[in-house]
């Protein structure tokens, strides 16, 4: 490896470092989270068996779970347009990973409500609480402590799942690689250095995935 | 001043309570029992509106509750007036004690965290459990689970307290702290009802006792009465078997030993 090389990569590293920060690492909390509150809402119409939204949610499932994310992507950024509906590529990228989340995380979320003793529930109807006030207060937190280690395997997908967006002109950190190795052509280099920067930021979650479990099995 | 009248209720082609009615007055300490599958569970939970009844009608304060359809405001006003403690306990695993107790005060009826807090520490003290307030359910024993589960059902400070099987789920050796706290609870005046296999408990705790059988009350009264001198054949065979076990099966044994060895 050339000095050239070297100092190109030392600064390539805080170019892709400050792009994840700026637009990876954003794109995957707003996606995650949203698409927590889809498959929060999924899971309850699974469990409370609401009739016709039950069947329209497991459509939803079956589409999002049967068909490639970047199809998905593409049908959003390049589709939509035809019918007059255009989205920018972080809008893009958002929804549909959101809707990815909800889909993949909906069971997961709906087999961890359920994992609470019905009878927690029926303590809170008794406490006067309504059946949101339970979820809220009761069930969900607990809910959420059994989910949480699918759950983070989920949200470390998820930040690698950020770079399909660069197929839809989302300037992340694969494609800022990209355009910087175009230029000086060590593609080599450039995209073992995108990968390391995914790793750095996986590896952050592993350890906060890690201190958050402990924190939270000291509160129960 | 708590009445359950006419109560129906079948699951599927199983009639589980035949028109049942019961008249609760102030002080009184009811138990019920009964043989598994008599209702006496059934009743309770319609009682506390977790299972709706087919038909029935509670009166309480010379309120009318319709037991199949009430409003959502018309129950969160009865739940404040009536407490329930389950066989489980089902204490919320993600609140301490002190938090299982004032869950109720702070969300359902928006009392400041201070004021809740100080009712929930007086309950947790009443019921013995002052050291342990900050606990979570899953280090406390069942017989202190179930002693902060009374506690959360007295938040409220209500009219009446439901207690379903209260000391089914415990080991033998701690369903004592759990009665002794009801028995104060009863000495003090709570209206209770308490549906129990404790025969002992029933006896020396209860002022009325009604026996169950086949979604029917079949004999009701006084607990001295009651256990004295039972009316109906069924309620004597019932409490000979329930109470009498350890006794019978001590005389067949000696008597087994007085007879003569051998021809």
């Given at each position: 490896?050339?000095?050239?090389?070297?100092?190109?990569?030392?600064?390539?590293?805080?170019?892709?470092?400050?792009?994840?920060?700026?637009?990876?690492?954003?794109?995957?909390?707003?996606?995650?989270?949203?698409?927590?509150?889809?498959?929060?809402?999924?899971?309850?119409?699974?469990?409370?068996?609401?009739?016709?939204?039950k069947?329209l949610?497991?459509?939803?499932v079956?589409?999002?779970?049967?068909?490639?994310?970047?199809?998905?992507?593409?049908?959003?950024?390049f589709?939509?347009?035809?019918i007059?509906?255009?989205?920018?590529?972080?809008?893009?990228?958002?929804?549909?990973?959101?809707?990815?989340?909800?889909?993949?995380?909906?069971?997961?979320?709906?087999?961890?409500?359920?994992?609470?003793p019905?009878?927690?529930?029926?303590?809170?109807?008794?406490?006067?609480?309504?059946?949101?006030?339970?979820?809220?207060?009761?069930?969900?937190?607990?809910?959420?402590?059994t989910?949480?280690?699918?759950?983070?395997?989920?949200?470390?997908?998820?930040?690698?799942?950020?770079?399909?967006?660069?197929?839809?002109?989302?300037?992340?950190?694969?494609?800022?690689?990209?355009?910087?190795?175009?230029?000086?052509?060590?593609?080599?280099w450039?995209?073992?250095?995108?990968?390391?920067?995914?790793?750095?930021?996986?590896?952050?979650?592993?350890?906060?995935?890690?201190?958050?479990e402990?924190?939270?099995?000291?509160?129960? | 001043?708590?009445?359950?009248?006419n109560?129906?209720?079948?699951?599927?082609?199983?009639?589980?309570?035949?028109?049942?009615?019961?008249?609760?007055?102030?002080?009184?300490?009811?138990?019920?029992?009964?043989?598994?599958?008599?209702g006496?569970?059934?009743?309770?939970r319609?009682?506390?509106?977790?299972?709706?009844?087919?038909?029935?009608?509670?009166?309480?304060?010379?309120?009318?509750?319709?037991?199949?359809?009430?409003?959502?405001?018309?129950?969160?006003?009865?739940?404040?007036?009536?407490?329930?403690?389950?066989?489980?306990?089902?204490?919320?695993?993600n609140?301490?004690?002190?938090?299982?107790?004032?869950?109720?005060?702070?969300?359902?009826?928006?009392?400041?965290?201070?004021?809740?807090?100080?009712?929930?520490?007086?309950?947790?003290?009443?019921?013995?459990?002052?050291?342990?307030?900050?606990?979570?359910?899953?280090k406390?024993?069942?017989?202190?689970?179930?002693?902060?589960?009374?506690?959360?059902?007295?938040?409220?400070n209500?009219?009446?307290?439901?207690?379903?099987?209260?000391?089914?789920?415990?080991?033998p050796?701690?369903?004592?702290?759990?009665?002794?706290v009801?028995?104060?609870?009863?000495?003090?005046?709570?209206?209770m009802?308490?549906?129990?296999?404790?025969?002992e408990?029933?006896?020396?705790?209860?002022?009325?006792?009604?026996?169950?059988?086949?979604?029917?009350?079949?004999?009701?009264?006084?607990?001295?009465?009651?256990?004295?001198?039972?009316?109906?054949?069924?309620?004597?065979?019932?409490i000979?078997?329930?109470?009498?076990?350890?006794?019978?099966?001590?005389?067949?044994?000696?008597?087994?030993?007085?007879?003569?060895?051998?021809e």
């Amino acid at each position: 490896m050339s000095e050239r090389i070297l100092t190109e990569l030392a600064e390539s590293f805080g170019k892709l470092f400050m792009v994840g920060l700026k637009v990876s690492i954003p794109l995957t909390l707003a996606a995650f989270s949203t698409g927590l509150m889809i498959a929060f809402l999924v899971a309850l119409v699974q469990i409370t068996k609401i009739p016709v939204l039950k069947q329209l949610m497991r459509i939803y499932v079956w589409i999002i779970r049967g068909t490639p994310m970047i199809v998905q992507l593409f049908v959003v950024y390049f589709g939509l347009p035809n019918i007059g509906i255009r989205f920018s590529s972080f809008v893009s990228a958002w929804i549909v990973m959101s809707l990815s989340v909800g889909a993949y995380c909906s069971e997961t979320v709906r087999a961890a409500i359920q994992s609470v003793p019905i009878g927690q529930l029926e303590a809170c109807y008794c406490d006067g609480l309504s059946f949101w006030q339970a979820m809220i207060h009761v069930i969900v937190p607990q809910a959420l402590r059994t989910a949480f280690p699918p759950l983070s395997n989920s949200i470390i997908g998820l930040v690698k799942d950020t770079s399909l967006a660069y197929n839809v002109a989302l300037v992340e950190i694969l494609a800022t690689a990209q355009r910087i190795a175009s230029r000086t052509y060590d593609y080599f280099w450039l995209y073992l250095e995108a990968g390391l920067i995914y790793l750095i930021f996986c590896s952050v979650l592993t350890v906060v995935q890690r201190k958050t479990e402990a924190w939270l099995e000291r509160r129960r | 001043m708590y009445t359950l009248l006419n109560v129906n209720k079948k699951f599927g082609d199983n009639v589980v309570l035949k028109n049942v009615s019961l008249d609760v007055n102030q002080g009184d300490v009811v138990a019920i029992l009964g043989p598994s599958g008599s209702g006496k569970t059934t009743l309770l939970r319609c009682a506390g509106y977790l299972t709706k009844a087919d038909s029935g009608t509670l009166i309480m304060d010379d309120q009318q509750y319709d037991m199949k359809k009430i409003s959502s405001r018309a129950l969160r006003n009865y739940r404040r007036k009536v407490g329930f403690v389950f066989q489980t306990f089902n204490l919320y695993g993600n609140k301490t004690a002190l938090g299982n107790v004032t869950l109720g005060l702070r969300v359902s009826q928006k009392m400041p965290k201070e004021q809740a807090e100080a009712i929930g520490k007086e309950l947790l003290e009443r019921v013995g459990l002052a050291d342990r307030m900050d606990y979570y359910p899953s280090k406390l024993s069942g017989g202190q689970q179930q002693r902060v589960a009374i506690a959360r059902a007295l938040a409220t400070n209500p009219e009446v307290v439901l207690f379903d099987e209260p000391t089914s789920a415990l080991d033998p050796e701690l369903t004592g702290e759990v009665l002794t706290v009801i028995k104060q609870l009863a000495d003090e005046g709570r209206t209770m009802i308490v549906v129990t296999h404790e025969m002992e408990f029933a006896r020396k705790v209860a002022t009325r006792v009604v026996f169950m059988e086949d979604g029917e009350i079949v004999e009701e009264n006084t607990a001295k009465e009651f256990f004295e001198n039972p009316q109906k054949e069924r309620t004597k065979e019932f409490i000979y078997k329930s109470t009498t076990w350890a006794s019978v099966n001590q005389k067949d044994e000696e008597a087994a030993e007085a007879l003569p060895q051998g021809e």
